[in-house]
């Protein structure tokens, strides 16, 4: 697999087992991993999951985005872990001792520990959404705010949009992972996101990994697009991305 294909992690966001299976088979070896968030998590709980990545499947990003009390978000964690999941998502926004305490079961998985990614700003965000929910700072301010804090909290990295991958990297360094949706091929719709880039900017702005679903799921052909995702990325930085 190239090195642009294995920094993609899909976002199958169904909430069928089968349509699951089919997207996760279709992108095999085009991407680097999966993604399984909350519609099919409702809908096929851990079973589900297992279903789709079983235990020799792809890596899997686990994107719950647990907002609680440190103590039912400890318990969040803890409850996933069977599952050994690469990546999970909790909201920057429940605090730093929330983000401790998720980080801290996580740890208790060892080897087979998942990382934690705390969630800055949603990408389907701009100001103004900000400002109506009480948040009046610039978006970017708002983003690098709370990556520090998570990085303060002890997490792994955090979930941004491209727009702040530069200055999340600036303020965090080179090891904080920086795992990065709101992308779009310049030939794709933006469907619900406000904040995005095409994939070859986000990994020039220092992006470890890429979110990308509808893109590539709600094409005819899921692996081929997926193929040209990665293609666009190599031709724009001589495949060395
Ligand atoms: O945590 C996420 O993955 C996430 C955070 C965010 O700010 N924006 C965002 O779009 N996502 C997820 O990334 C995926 C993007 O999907 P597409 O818009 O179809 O590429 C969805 O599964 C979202 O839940």
Not at 62 to 73: A, C, E, G, Q
Not at 127 to 136: C, H, I, M
Not at 154 to 183: H, Q, T, W, Y
Not at 210 to 235: H, K, S
Request: hydrophobic share 50%.
């Amino acid at each position: 697999m190239t090195a642009p294909a294995s920094r993609i992690y899909c976002s199958v966001d169904t909430t069928e087992i089968e349509s699951a299976r089919r997207i996760a088979g279709q992108v095999a070896g085009a991407v680097g991993g999966i993604k399984l968030g909350l519609e099919f998590f409702i809908a096929q709980g851990p079973a589900g999951v297992r279903a789709v990545v079983g235990e020799d499947g792809p890596p899997l990003f686990l994107d719950l985005k647990l907002h609680d009390i440190p103590n039912t978000v400890a318990g969040g964690v803890r409850a996933a872990l069977p599952l050994k999941p690469a990546f999970m998502t909790i909201h920057s926004a429940g605090g730093p001792a929330m983000m401790r305490a998720a980080a801290e079961t996580a740890a208790t998985a060892g080897a087979d520990r998942p990382k934690i990614l705390a969630v800055t700003v949603l990408t389907s965000l701009d100001e103004g959404d900000l400002d109506a929910v009480g948040q009046s700072v610039p978006v970017a301010e708002q983003v690098v705010r709370l990556a520090k804090l998570a990085k303060a909290s002890g997490v792994d990295g955090v979930v941004c949009s491209p727009a702040e991958v530069a200055l999340v990297r600036a303020a965090c360094g080179p090891d904080f992972i920086l795992m990065v949706p709101g992308i779009r091929p310049a030939w794709a719709a933006t469907n619900d996101q406000k904040r995005f880039m095409t994939p070859a900017e986000a990994l020039a702005a220092g992006a470890d990994h890429l979110v990308i679903g509808r893109p590539i799921t709600a094409d005819a052909d899921p692996a081929a697009a997926a193929r040209r995702i990665v293609a666009e990325i190599e031709a724009s930085s001589g495949g060395t991305a």
